[in-house]
């Protein structure tokens, strides 16, 4: 069976840091663009950051650019979200999700991705 699954969220604080991750069962992430989303309460989901399979390739959405990193490591089949200086907006339900090979321009699309993880949630609160 073919899985993404996500770990590392929880509740923080505003102005702290979260790593999550997102590893695969079932298949490896070489050959994989791997997406990082997230929904929060009464939002439409949101494209946040995308890593191409050979690394060659990053996106962030404005709303984190400068706070949030994505990496890979392939030998440990996983993908990273490192996310600072939080913000009590950047509260949802966080999803990572694979497509071949590369991001693109259109790496925001949920709909080309092709295999997707059941959610971790992060919550920033004071």
């Known amino acids: 069976q073919l899985q993404l699954v996500e770990s590392g969220g929880g509740l923080v604080q505003p102005g702290g840091s979260l790593r999550l991750s997102c590893a695969s069962s079932g298949f490896t992430l070489d050959y994989y663009a791997i997406g990082w989303f997230r929904q929060a309460p009464g939002k439409e989901r949101e494209g946040v950051s995308c890593?191409?399979?050979?690394?060659?390739?990053?996106n962030y959405a404005d709303s984190v650019n400068g706070r949030f990193t994505i990496s890979r490591d392939n030998a440990k089949n996983t993908v990273y979200l490192q996310m600072n200086s939080l913000k009590p907006e950047d509260t949802a339900i966080y999803y990572c999700?694979?497509?071949?090979?590369?991001?693109?321009?259109?790496?925001?699309?949920?709909?080309?991705?092709?295999?997707w993880g059941q959610g971790t949630q992060v919550t920033v609160s004071s």
């Open positions: 999700a694979a497509k071949p090979r590369v991001c693109g321009s259109g790496y925001y699309a949920g709909l080309t991705y092709h295999y």
């Open positions: 890593i191409s399979s050979s690394v060659s390739s990053t």
